[in-house]
């Protein structure tokens, strides 16, 4: 597993931008595929976004496809969540995740073994 901490959630309009950071440690961070989850009150954990290990591959929750942007730098350890064109219906807690690399993208929650905290974010209409 790695240990993984979010940053940069917090409140904006409808129509604002937020970007979320991930910084990973205990593991070589380029052998992880990372990825984004969200989970809204009263509702399910859901799937966001996800990023291969080097970045080459992406997959996106048909919800946030053109709005939301995965990206990583391995020599930082960091991966991102750029958020633009923010939705009410984008408020959630967001956790980073990451899963050893196995050669493709996953889009369930029980294929990451490695969860952060979490990180509110707030849209307000």
């Known amino acids: 597993q790695v240990q993984l901490v979010e940053s940069g959630g917090g409140l904006v309009q409808a129509g604002g931008s937020l970007r979320l950071s991930c910084a990973a440690s205990g593991r070589p961070f380029s052998t992880y595929a990372m990825g984004w989850f969200r989970q809204a009150p009263g509702k399910e954990r859901e799937f966001v976004c996800a990023i291969s290990r080097t970045g080459g591959s992406t997959d996106y929750a048909d919800s946030v496809k053109g709005r939301f942007t995965i990206s990583r730098d391995n020599p930082k350890n960091t991966v991102y969540l750029q958020m633009n064109s923010l939705k009410p219906e984008d408020t959630a807690v967001y956790y980073c995740?990451?899963?050893?690399?196995?050669?493709?993208?996953?889009?369930?929650?029980?294929?990451?073994?490695?969860w952060g905290q979490g990180t509110q974010v707030t849209v307000s209409s």
């Open positions: 995740v990451a899963d050893f690399w196995r050669g493709r993208l996953a889009q369930m929650a029980s294929e990451y073994d490695s």
